[in-house]
């Protein structure tokens, strides 16, 4: 079997503009790059700037006052619960679009000033401003704040233009000084990083939480890459190279760019949430050394860290990863060579470790994947049975096992790269394959315990090594 430990390297840090390097593995900075909501770092100088904000007001319901038409987060009703994923989504709408600042001008019926934006991004269905945005929330602590909260500067004496409130998304790293922001500010609205509390007037931001956030559902997201809750796709073609496709939420998925090169020399790869961030992660055996690597999402379509926690990795035929255990942080199930033998190790959020053998007679079967297939919140295995063709569910019991094979497909042995992932985000993980006569990429919806008819989704991946 082989051996493994937990954080056996110390994490390599991928910065925005380098690259990392693992042997002949290479990671260029375009790998945690996203293509629109970036969040990028701003000087201090620059932020000692006015933001004139308007005053009290209901939604702007005149059109010819809007300066760009509204935007698909607007159609909340006014003042209802909202979870923290939706007030990150809504102000990532006008961070992307560069909405202009202006105490003036309205977007989706709110001012696009900074507590505007905060408005808007809280669903209040009114246009507060920083001296009464403390009256829709309650004060925390800097140890308290997740995304959605705000940290909020209201200057009694300067309190249209010498006032702020920022968005909490979250923290750059462990030390939490530094985090992630939306706001709009001169000349439009951003996302990007900033230094706690503020650039400027740091010691006057005060933290706080709505009053009507609520905290997210708990869902398996074992293949969401970029932060949106829709699962993706990420697919390594002829060349090595690391290539995200995004989902769209129903019925397929996009390209959207490259995440990276030199994956070549990367066996075994699957996709999952180890650390229970809900951000998917990869592992990946290096072929020539057997080393199993551990690749910590950043919620922005790349990686933020990479760790080696295992070597001997060879000796492993198939590898699948997902939460077995249900603690939620995921696992991996692995086929040893030697005997065809199925193996739960089990994961901490940073390493995983061997544990038990959960079956055998695996010597024929082929696709090995690992998903939330029926919808239970729990991983459960399907495979490729390759002299027959079937396509069998192996569905996850208590304490990381699997229960008896189930056919859900024929002729999946013309199939190939099988992967897991929750395309049209009904909480059950579809089958993803290519078919190696056509070339095309097929889509298989879950059934829960059968598989709706195959659509084409795609045409020419024939050529791509690994589907994760």
């Not at 390097?21 to 375009?30: D, E, I, K, S």
Request: aromatic share 8%.
């Amino acid at each position: 079997m082989p051996a493994t430990i937990s954080a056996r390297t110390a994490a390599l840090t991928v910065a925005l503009a380098s690259a990392t390097v693992l042997g002949t593995l290479v990671l260029p900075a375009a790998a945690t790059a996203a293509p629109t909501t970036t969040a990028v770092t701003a000087s201090t100088a620059a932020e000692d700037i006015e933001r004139p904000q308007g005053t009290v007001g209901p939604l702007k319901t005149d059109a010819s006052r809007s300066r760009l038409s509204a935007s698909p987060s607007a159609a909340l009703p006014a003042g209802a619960p909202i979870t923290r994923s939706a007030v990150i989504a809504r102000a990532k709408t006008w961070a992307d679009a560069k909405v202009p600042y202006s105490m003036n001008d309205y977007l989706d019926g709110y001012r696009t000033d900074c507590s505007g934006l905060v408005s808007m991004a809280w669903n209040l269905g009114t246009n507060a401003w920083t001296g009464n945005l403390d009256t829709y929330a309650t004060r925390i602590t800097k140890s308290e704040l997740k995304k959605g909260d705000m940290l909020l500067f209201h200057n009694p004496s300067n309190p249209t233009s010498g006032s702020h409130v920022v968005l909490f998304e979250r923290w750059t790293d462990s030390s939490k000084t530094s985090y992630v922001g939306i706001e709009q500010t001169p000349p439009h609205a951003v996302r990007r990083t900033i230094p706690y509390a503020y650039f400027n007037n740091s010691g006057s931001y005060v933290p706080y939480r709505y009053k009507n956030i609520i905290e997210d559902v708990t869902a398996t997201r074992d293949h969401d890459y970029t932060g949106d809750l829709k699962d993706d796709l990420l697919g390594v073609d002829s060349t090595g190279t690391l290539r995200l496709y995004s989902g769209n939420g129903s019925s397929g998925v996009n390209f959207t760019r490259e995440v990276g090169g030199g994956w070549t020399g990367m066996d075994k790869v699957a996709a999952a949430d180890f650390n229970g961030d809900g951000d998917g992660d990869l592992v990946a055996t290096k072929k020539t050394t057997g080393e199993l690597f551990l690749y910590i999402g950043n919620g922005e379509g790349g990686f933020k860290s990479t760790s080696e926690i295992g070597h001997g990795w060879t000796g492993i035929e198939q590898l699948a990863a997902g939460d077995f255990t249900g603690d939620g942080k995921a696992d991996i199930v692995a086929v040893n060579k030697t005997d065809a033998t199925l193996h739960l190790y089990t994961g901490n959020g940073s390493g995983v470790t061997h544990t038990k053998q959960i079956g055998s007679g695996w010597s024929k079967m082929t696709n090995l994947a690992a998903g939330d297939f029926n919808g239970d919140n729990r991983a459960d295995v399907i495979a490729t049975r390759e002299d027959t063709g079937s396509l069998l569910l192996y569905p996850g019991t208590s304490g990381g096992g699997i229960g008896s094979g189930i056919e859900i497909g024929t002729s999946f042995n013309v199939m190939s790269h099988l992967t897991l992932t929750d395309i049209n985000s009904d909480g059950r993980a579809d089958v993803v394959a290519i078919n190696r006569n056509s070339g095309d990429l097929f889509l298989y919806t879950s059934k829960s315990n059968s598989l709706n008819s195959g659509t084409a989704i795609g045409h020419g991946w024939n050529t791509f090594k690994h589907l994760i």
